[in-house]
């Protein structure tokens, strides 16, 4: 089972969460944010949904993780 973390609508925590989720379940990294609130949510990750912005800013940065070549200009 996968830690709950506290979630305000501006938590630092989101980056930390998804990161976590995308190296025990890589197939959650080409999901939408809005798909991603749920996922968090249903497996415990959160008490209830985190807002969809924040989520959204947080999986450009944890998917550097994985694709670094696509985080440079």
């Known amino acids: ?3 709950v973390y506290p979630i305000e609508d501006d938590s630092s ?3 930390p969460m998804l ?3 995308f190296s025990r379940r890589p197939e959650t990294r ?4 809005w798909e991603l609130q ?3 949510y249903t497996l415990n990750y ?3 949904l985190a807002d969809e912005a924040v989520i ?6 944890a998917l550097t ?5 696509e985080g440079t200009a």
């Open 46 to 48: 959160t008490d209830g």
């Open 13 to 15: 925590e989101v980056l």
């Open 38 to 40: 749920h996922v968090l």
């Open 30 to 33: 080409c999901l939408e944010a």
């Open 19 to 21: 990161r976590e989720l």
């Open 56 to 61: 959204s800013e947080a999986v450009e940065v």
């Open 65 to 69: 993780d994985w694709k670094p070549d």
């Open 1 to 3: 089972m996968c830690p």
